[in-house]
């Protein structure tokens, strides 16, 4: 687009930034695999074995205290032009004292699984659910893991790219694309 | 393996206090509720797969059909995740004129909320007043966008057209009348020793309990938190009002009945302020790759007329990135992720539903409660299924 950028950089928020990423350098060092800030977010990739011990540092670290889970969803990156691993999971952490988001992302192939953290945040337990559901990835060692929008005879995960918009399963499987 | 003694329940999902489709299997001993398990599902509308197969502009109308008692603040997170990612703000008069009808949108669902829960408890009467209120607004929808319901009237970059001529007065007659009207409806209630049994000290939810939970808007604030995203995180020049964030003690549905009244006082406050801030000027980025030329250019100006033909066949396309935009919404933290690959349709919309994460609070509250409990309880979540299915 011809507009220019018109964000100003707010120095306090880039240093409270900092502040995120220096402490999870310090701890994590070689588990971060990728750090990028765009639109002043700031996003961390992390190895899926070390999700469970990322989010438990990050909620419970005074200075960091991310003591509130907005979010968790998925992105199929099957058509994105780098798509290997496959799918991706976002959890957006949110921390009520310092009034902070910070974005986390783990990468998993088909039919690998992730850890779940429920036991960081309870309110994980639908939003994994639903990751589960509609694209199919597993959260290792959630305590409930149904389908949660889809009925539970569906075949098929919808949010998946390569599921068609318009389609019953049954005319899909008749038809391949 | 469940107790003989106990009896398994289904309530719903064609229920009418259970707000919409929402099915919930209750176990029960006796009236008190042991276990509560929530079915959600039936109102799966592939939304957020709908988003991916349309443009950045056709999506807007997709929204409206989220938290369908609020579908202003749906379009409102939506343009403004895509106005982030393209890193534009829109003119003065637009931010004041999406923050007078958010606000208002805000009243028109706490009505809503408000009638309906009333009559689950079995308060007839505020239903017909709160109707008759949100009426007027429905009205103020139509005159701007033509839609009582589904209006769509917020586009990337601005609006879709100005405020119509006779606007101002109207929203002012409204809103002189309003505090008298909310009088009204604390006089029927907030005293009423019938009302107060079946609210004071039920549902209660712990501070810490709410957190863990992911819970926002008023059902935490209910608690004592004082998170909202106006406050904390302003958009669309909200750091430029004069507001309170209202806050409950114990958390129970007495506090959450509480907390959306004083929110009405308070958005009564907010929309009076950006009446009076509205100011003549552009409502629109001047991007004629984003929104349609006027159309007397289209006779006169080639340049016009391609940019017309280019945003109504290929639509505009947005950076590569991803957003997570959130916005408080009448029902609590409603977020946008926002995922482009630089294409002309998103890459992928997620919407994080307040009242898809507050249900989830539903169990803590009622487990161990009466029956009847689970009732007000669900009136005083305020869910939509709407959006918590998508």
Request: aromatic fraction near 8%; include cysteine; charge should be negative.
């Amino acid at each position: 687009m011809g507009e220019p950028e018109t964000q100003t950089e707010n120095r306090e928020e880039v240093q409270a930034e900092s502040l995120v990423l220096q402490r999870l350098r310090e701890q994590f060092g070689q588990a971060l695999l990728e750090v990028k800030v765009w639109r002043n977010e700031t996003t961390v990739v992390v190895r899926p074995q070390d999700i469970q011990g990322v989010c438990r540092f990050l909620r419970d670290d005074p200075d960091l205290a991310f003591d509130f889970l907005s979010d968790v969803t998925g992105v199929d990156r099957l058509k994105l032009p780098e798509s290997s691993p496959r799918f991706e999971v976002v959890y957006h952490l949110y921390s009520l004292p310092h009034k902070r988001r910070l974005r986390l992302k783990v990468r998993v192939g088909e039919g690998e699984s992730v850890p779940t953290v429920t036991g960081v945040w309870e309110t994980a337990n639908w939003h994994e659910r639903e990751v589960y559901d509609l694209f199919g990835v597993p959260f290792d060692g959630h305590p409930d893991l149904r389908r949660i929008l889809m009925p539970d005879d569906w075949e098929g995960h919808p949010l998946r790219k390569d599921y068609p918009v318009e389609a019953s399963p049954k005319w899909w499987e008749e038809e391949p694309a | 393996m469940t107790p003989s003694h106990t009896m398994t329940l289904n309530m719903g999902p064609q229920h009418p206090s259970t707000h919409g489709v929402l099915r919930l299997v209750l176990e029960l001993d006796g009236e008190v509720v042991v276990r509560c398990v929530p079915h959600i599902g039936y109102l799966h509308t592939g939304i957020e797969k709908g988003l991916e197969s349309k443009r950045y502009q056709q999506g807007i109308p997709l929204t409206d059909r989220l938290d369908y008692l609020a579908p202003l603040s749906n379009n409102l997170a939506y343009v403004l995740a895509i106005e982030k990612a393209l890193g534009i703000t829109v003119p003065e008069r637009a931010q004041t004129i999406r923050v007078l009808l958010t606000e208002l949108t805000r009243i028109k669902s706490h009505l809503v909320w408000l009638g309906t829960h009333a009559l689950d408890v079995g308060a007839m009467s505020v239903f017909f007043y709160c109707f008759r209120e949100r009426e007027q607004i429905l009205d103020m929808y139509e005159a701007v966008s033509g839609q009582r319901m589904m209006s769509t009237y917020f586009r990337v970059g601005g609006l879709v057209a100005d405020l119509p001529p006779g606007f101002e007065q109207q929203v002012q007659a409204f809103l002189a009348a309003f505090p008298d009207r909310l009088a009204d409806y604390e006089a029927l209630l907030t005293q009423n020793p019938l009302w107060r049994q079946r609210t004071v000290g039920i549902g209660t939810i712990s501070r810490e309990d709410a957190i863990a939970l992911g819970l926002s808007g008023p059902a935490l604030r209910a608690c004592g938190v004082a998170y909202d995203v106006r406050k904390a995180h302003p958009y669309s020049g909200y750091e430029r009002y004069q507001f309170d964030v209202p806050l409950g003690k114990i958390g129970d549905v007495y506090d959450r009945y509480m907390v959306r009244m004083a929110e009405m006082r308070q958005s009564h406050r907010i929309t009076l302020q950006a009446l009076a801030r509205l100011q003549p000027g552009p409502i629109n980025v001047a991007d004629p790759k984003l929104l349609p030329p006027p159309r007397h250019l289209l006779k006169k100006s080639m340049e016009a007329l391609i940019h017309h033909f280019k945003l109504y066949s290929e639509g505009f396309s947005v950076p590569p990135g991803e957003v997570y935009q959130a916005i408080e919404a009448p029902k609590g933290e409603l977020g946008v992720y926002l995922v482009s690959d630089g294409s002309a349709r998103p890459y992928r919309v997620h919407y994080r539903a307040p009242s898809f994460v507050n249900l989830q609070g539903l169990s803590r509250m009622v487990e161990g409660r009466l029956v009847a409990d689970v009732i007000a309880v669900i009136g005083s979540l305020d869910i939509v299924l709407g959006e918590i299915d998508r």
